[in-house]
């Protein structure tokens, strides 16, 4: 038996691998890195929000995991039909 698995009634389950460490973001840091201040996002994290913002509840804390905000951010992305994201070339 391999002896870098997680064993159950010794059965290999899965393959042990060393956890990158978690960063959590506080609300603080979000409103820092988004630009936007508390309240904006406080009401993204209420249970019956419209589009709630992805968020980790440690008892009455809450904390944010960056990748899943900047996944949630890139979900709703919005482009103007036809656009394009290259910069124009307006000469003054």
Known sequence: MNSDALQ???QAILPRSPAPPLQLWTAKQL???L???KHWVYLRTMKDAPEPLPVVRLGTRIRF???????????RERHRPGG???PSD???
């Open 90 to 92: 307006v000469s003054a």
């Open 8 to 10: 159950l009634s010794g």
């Open 84 to 86: 394009t994201l290259e």
């Open 65 to 75: 995991d960056p990748e899943k905000v900047f996944l949630y951010i890139r979900e």
């Open 31 to 33: 409103c820092a890195a």
């Open 35 to 37: 630009s936007v201040g």
